[in-house]
């Protein structure tokens, strides 16, 4: 039971354009998401999140779209650099329950060409 | 480095021998939590703890597994008469609080190998 869904294992971006990384949730309980980015042999590490009121959340080059109605919310980076070529997690939450109790997705690959 | 400590980094066991991953959180964190990722798949939550405290465990495998966070000391993972599907990276990561604006920091994981 997926609750957490991103359908690109893998996305190949050149270097100074957008990187768009997809994720669906079907879980309606879920009003708090993250990114989450991860380096072979490393912990991920925090990217962005944003909450169920909001629709869009920016920080820097990075920035995250939520669509409620559709349970859909996508990154987008931009401008595209090699060192962000990682493991990127989608990650959702409800924030009725007490702790940080993340439901992850699968993952998406993405690699930036230089 | 203040951050999330785990260690072992790779550790091999044969089936039916135990595992101890052990998990410092960063300074000041009190909210532990485990997560485990089989290979191609996205982190699965295993046990959320509050020192001394097992909050969550809704995630851990009913037999053979264990989560500790004691007083002192490092949050102890402990999985018993392994099997070679036990075989999977182990993160541990930390909290400054329980809500969502705190998020999780993360440490580089223990990959378990079970031959």
């Known amino acids: ?114 | 480095n203040a951050g999330v400590m785990q260690n072992p980094r790779h550790l091999v066991r044969r089936r039916g021998q135990e595992a101890r991953l052990r998990c410092s959180p960063m300074k000041g964190h009190s909210h532990v939590y485990w997560y485990r990722q089989l290979p191609e798949e996205g982190l699965k939550f295993m046990v959320y703890l509050q020192k001394e405290n097992i909050i969550d465990e809704s995630g851990m495998p009913k037999e053979r597994f264990s989560a500790e966070f004691p007083k002192e000391g490092p949050s102890i993972l402990r999985i018993q008469q392994v099997v070679r599907g036990d075989s999977a990276a182990y993160f541990c990561a930390s909290s400054l609080q329980g809500q969502a604006n705190s998020p999780l920091h993360f440490g580089n994981g223990t990959r378990l190998t079970v031959t």
Request: charged share 20%; net charge positive.
């Open chain 1, 1 to 114: 039971d997926q609750q957490v869904k991103q359908n690109s294992p893998s996305l190949s971006v050149q270097e100074g354009r957008i990187s768009i990384l997809n994720c669906d949730y079907t879980n309606s309980m879920f009003d708090y998401f993250l990114w989450y980015k991860k380096y072979p042999a490393e912990g991920p590490t925090f990217l962005i999140s944003i909450s169920s009121i909001k629709d869009k959340n920016e920080d820097g080059r990075f920035t995250v779209f939520l669509n409620k109605s559709a349970k859909h919310l996508s990154l987008h980076i931009v401008p595209s650099q090699p060192g962000d070529s990682a493991v990127y997690f989608c990650a959702a939450m409800t924030t009725r329950e007490y702790g940080n109790k993340l439901v992850f997705g699968a993952g998406t690959i993405l690699r930036v060409k230089s």
